[in-house]
C-alpha cells in the first residue's frame, strides 16, 4: 500500500510538470492555518483521530510551485495505554496545476518530529524524543479572491518513535485557510 501511494504522488508530480498556469502566486508570500484529523495506519497505535492542527507560511516560487514550513502536533494512543504526543516541523514544495476553478497540488516535504510520552512502562522509556520525518501528499485548492483561498490535503505522513513504540505511519486530513500577500 504504501508503495502504490508513492509511486502514485510522483505519478501526480510528473503529470503537473505540464505549463498550464495557475492563480498568480510567483513571488507572493502567504500564510494559513488548517484543522486536521490523524488517522493512524500502524497497528500499535488504537485510536484513529487526534488532529490539533497545523499552520503554515509559504512563498510561490512561480505560479506551479511553491515553498513551505509547516508545524504541525496531534496526539495518539498505543496499546499499552501510553499516549505520545508528536510535533512536527517540516519543508515542503507544492507543486500546481489549474483546472478550472480549482488549483489541485502534489506535496512532498521532509522535516523533524518530536515525540512526550505520557504513561510510558519502564520498558518504554528508551523511546526517541525526536527524528526525522517525511509527509507526501495532495490537495486542492479554491481562489475565494485573488488574496484568500480555501485548501482541502491528505498526505501521508511518516515518523520513527523509537525501538519499543512503532513508527507512526498515518493519514493527516486538514481544511484550512491560506491568505496571499
Not at 504522488?9 to 510538470?17: D, N
Amino acid at each position: 500500500m504504501r508503495k502504490v501511494v508513492v509511486l502514485g504522488i510522483i505519478a501526480i508530480f510528473v503529470v503537473f510538470l505540464g505549463t498550464a498556469l495557475c492563480q498568480d502566486i510567483a513571488g507572493r508570500w502567504y500564510a494559513g492555518a488548517a484543522a486536521t484529523y490523524v488517522q493512524p495506519e500502524d497497528a500499535e497505535f488504537k485510536e484513529k483521530l487526534t488532529g490539533l492542527g497545523r499552520i503554515f507560511v509559504g512563498k510561490g516560487i512561480n505560479n506551479n510551485l511553491s515553498a513551505e514550513l509547516e508545524a504541525d502536533s496531534f496526539r495518539m494512543k498505543s496499546k499499552t495505554g501510553s499516549k505520545v504526543r508528536v510535533s512536527s516541523v517540516l519543508a515542503s514544495l507544492e507543486l500546481r496545476k489549474k483546472f478550472g476553478v480549482i488549483y489541485p497540488y502534489a506535496l512532498a516535504g521532509l522535516g523533524w518530529s518530536f515525540f512526550s510520552f505520557d504513561g510510558m512502562t519502564p520498558a518504554e522509556t528508551k523511546d526517541k524524543s525526536n527524528s526525522y520525518a517525511y509527509k507526501l501528499g495532495a490537495g486542492v485548492e479554491y481562489f475565494l479572491n485573488k488574496d484568500w483561498a480555501l485548501n482541502y490535503e491528505a498526505a501521508h505522513f511518516y515518523t520513527d518513535t523509537g525501538d519499543t513504540h512503532s513508527d507512526v505511519w498515518n493519514w493527516q486530513h486538514s481544511i484550512g485557510i491560506k491568505y496571499y500577500f
